[in-house]
């Protein structure tokens, strides 16, 4: 038989404190603030495009600069407030993609496909743009809100954000196969499609992270220095089509501060549910239940204070991940000759 006999309190207020973990969203996700270049094209706040891109082409070729610069991004009324949309264009046929990115693009090649035109964290800011953005969650996933128009079904628009160390990280890099590119640790890969209406909708992408040696791995040790954020029109370079849009808005990384289980004595907690913070616990005669748990993400740390006369005989179980603290509680009465106490009876 068993000595404890255990009672769902069953709530979903959950208790959760935000704090200062450091840097752990996107700069200006919501694309409120604007900014206008000195190229007189407005970008959000924090994140650049085409019209401040370091162009590196000369004679002819520097056209493609003009060209691409006019390849701008928009504010546009967005899921909530407003949103930043990109639109791809054409010259003679040959396709820019719209982009926007929190790092600096560089144009070095009249030919979209060419792998000198790249996306990267320019940390130094040698381009003197501050194309970088300083990271150091660890998110599980990341939630946003797009919609897109494409003029053929095989326009697919995309994004990659790629969290990094202290390094210029490039976002489609050019490097040996097999060998990770240096300073990688986690990314979340992104196309949008499904979804013909050209309305909002809400996509949902995991985080995948990598050891050293570029494997997947379920270990979190390794912490960000720098976020680098794409979006693109196509997820291919110059395979879209002039006029396709994609809009973006209301980018949100999510830290997943939940519980997958609790433990009382070793058995599982009857009745839990991972949204539900608050439980009641009734225990036998003289006994003090011992409660353990596990998180449900492996970037989150679980911490449990016993009950004991000190904390009035309540369990305060605290999991923490990069972006706050999120407190389940379990207080702890005790069931004495058919009597319902508040702390155990002295023999």
């Known amino acids: 038989m068993k000595r404890l006999i255990l009672i769902s309190l069953l709530t979903l207020t959950g208790i959760t404190i935000q704090m200062a973990f450091g840097q752990t969203q996107l700069p200006n996700a919501t694309f409120e603030q604007w900014t206008v270049t000195t190229e007189g094209k407005a970008v959000p706040t924090g994140w650049h495009t085409f019209s401040d891109g370091d162009c590196r082409l000369s004679g002819l070729a520097s056209i493609g600069c003009g060209t691409a610069k006019k390849n701008h991004s928009s504010r546009v009324t967005g899921h909530r407030g407003y949103a930043c949309q990109i639109t791809a264009s054409s010259v003679l046929g040959v396709v820019a993609n719209g982009a926007m990115t929190t790092g600096q693009m560089v144009l070095a ?17 040698k381009v003197g743009h501050n194309g970088y953005a300083r990271f150091t969650g660890r998110p599980d996933s990341v939630y ?7 003029k053929k079904s095989t326009s697919i628009p995309s994004c990659k954000i790629h969290l990094h160390g202290n390094v210029a990280y490039v ?26 209406d050209g309305q909002w909708h809400q996509y949902r992408f995991p985080f995948v992270y990598y050891d050293s040696n570029g494997k997947v791995t379920t270990s979190r040790s390794r912490q960000p220095s720098y976020v680098l954020a794409s979006f693109s029109t196509n997820k291919v370079p110059g395979a879209g089509n002039s006029g396709d849009k994609l809009a973006f808005d209301d980018i949100v990384m999510i830290y997943n501060k939940r519980l997958s289980q609790i433990l009382i004595d070793g058995e599982p907690l009857d009745g839990f549910h991972p949204d539900v913070t608050q439980y009641e616990l009734v225990a036998h005669d003289t006994h003090i239940p011992y409660v353990t748990a596990e998180a449900a993400s492996p970037n989150a740390t679980v911490s449990v204070e016993q009950a004991s006369a000190d904390n009035h005989f309540t369990v305060t179980i605290t999991v923490t991940h990069d ?24 023999r």
């Open 109 to 125: 090649s009249a030919t979209p496909k060419d792998t000198t035109n790249v996306i990267y964290s320019d940390i130094n800011n």
């Open 323 to 346: 972006d706050g603290q999120k407190i389940y509680t379990l207080p702890v009465t005790f069931l004495y000759e058919n009597r319902m106490v508040a702390m155990p009876p002295t």
């Open 144 to 150: 946003m809100w797009c919609k897109y128009t494409v």
């Open 171 to 196: 976002d489609v890099p050019k490097h040996t196969a097999g060998v990770p590119q240096t300073g990688k640790i986690a990314n979340a890969y992104c196309e949008f499609k499904g979804y013909t």
